[in-house]
């Protein structure tokens, strides 16, 4: 009685009578399958990728490279003292690490910087390499080796599917080494690595086509510049504090004419906290992401824009790093199936590092909450114009 119902609401036939169906020797259902499939929007299908990532776990590395030490220097094991007892508070999976090899260093590195590296390391260490100063220990080459690793393992975590996204505590960190020198507290530039391995693709895994780098470190991330400065599958943006005689002295507006849009600078004064952050991440990070629809996107972040950081003047509170790290996952969410990956590169006051980091994990895995509350104390300068005139470099 019910099926004789269903008929009479809905006279058979009907729907097909309304379509002309050109391939009367293919099965029906194959046609209606094919249209279904060509009419899905990609932002569609990429939030509904999306809401099923919200179901996968977050993983970290973590790289605390002990025997990298150096008398008085502030890149230093400690830093991530305060932060290691927490690690197993965070809803995420550690999960292991492997060096980088020769080849995936390669892919950034001048082979000769390398095998010298490793040689001063062998026979010549512990010793200072350059001005900044960068120093080396006999277990360094192998510890810059597991740090790029360490990034590395994270980024095809995320690629493959086992992760939702991921977190990379590693040192020595990386975005200061150019492609022919450490500098910069800084061996190998992990975070280039990771990003050439993922343009490279291996065995069941295809090269991704546009990687984006946001480095929100208070330096400027030069070696992460020089590495993709004509490398059109990679878009790099560095949010710093610049003024003379400030390290490295890169990082101005103007310093890549010819890759508007894809290489982007914002350099700020002293003191620049909460609130600018916030302007550029909504009038800076949105627009360079919009245009360049990365497939994954890579964030640098260093603790020392901290406004209590030892050797930097800027003035992020650990609110501050929140919304930070809100406002990228949210990118990714938009733009890459929130496909994301967070890597440690300063930050030089342990427990800005900690509180920091656990930001980091509490937007990641969207559970949990902040505790730390340091507002910073300082008054912020206007950087209205500034801002403005970085929109206007890039036509955003
Ligand atoms: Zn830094």
Redesign the pocket.
């Known amino acids: 009685m019910s099926t004789r119902r269903l008929r009479l609401a809905c006279p058979p036939h009907a729907g097909e009578a309304a379509v002309s169906y050109p391939y009367p020797f293919l099965p029906r259902i194959l046609f209606f399958g094919t249209v279904g499939v060509s009419v899905i929007d990609t932002r569609i299908w990429g939030r509904i990728v999306a809401r099923y990532n919200r179901f996968m776990k977050t993983v970290y590395t973590f790289v605390p490279s002990p025997q990298h030490v150096y008398p008085d220097h502030p890149e230093r094991p400690a830093r991530l003292e305060v932060l290691e007892p927490k690690l197993k508070s965070f809803d995420a999976e550690r999960i292991e690490t492997k060096p980088a090899e020769r080849d995936q260093v390669a892919y950034v590195h001048d082979p000769r910087l390398v095998s010298g590296l490793e040689k001063v390391c062998r026979e010549q260490a512990p010793g200072i390499i350059d001005y900044a100063p960068t120093y080396v220990t006999r277990s360094s080459f192998g510890d810059a080796l597991l740090a790029a690793g360490g990034v590395v393992t994270c980024a095809r975590a995320v690629l493959d599917g086992d992760a939702r996204n991921a977190f990379a505590i590693v040192r020595p960190p990386g975005h200061h080494a150019e492609p022919d020198r450490a500098m910069g507290f800084c061996i190998f530039n992990n975070v280039a690595i990771a990003a050439r391995d993922l343009l490279a693709g291996a065995e069941g895994r295809p090269p991704l086509q546009r990687v984006a780098i946001i480095d929100y470190?208070?330096?400027h991330g030069n070696g992460t510049q020089a590495a993709f400065l004509n490398e059109e599958r990679v878009a790099f943006l560095s949010v710093h504090q610049y003024q003379p005689g400030f390290y490295p002295g890169t990082g101005w507006i103007e310093e890549a004419p010819h890759a508007r849009k894809r290489i982007v600078n914002v350099p700020l004064p002293a003191r620049a906290g909460d609130r600018v952050y916030e302007q550029v991440a909504d009038r800076i990070f949105h627009p360079f992401v919009k245009s360049f629809q990365p497939q994954m996107i890579l964030i640098s972040v260093?603790f020392?824009a901290h406004w209590s950081d030892p050797i930097t003047m800027l003035g992020l509170s650990t609110a501050g790093y929140l919304m930070l790290a809100r406002q990228v996952m949210a990118l990714a969410e938009d733009y890459c199936d929130g496909k994301i990956v967070f890597l440690l590169?300063?930050g030089y006051d342990p427990v800005n590092v900690a509180n920091g980091a656990e930001a980091v994990f509490v937007a990641a895995t969207g559970k949990g909450e902040s505790a730390a509350n340091d507002p910073n104390p300082n008054q912020e300068p206007d950087c209205e114009s500034r801002i403005e005139e970085i929109r206007e470099w890039h036509g955003f």
Do not use: T, Y
């Open positions: 470190d208070a330096h260093g020392d590169e300063g």
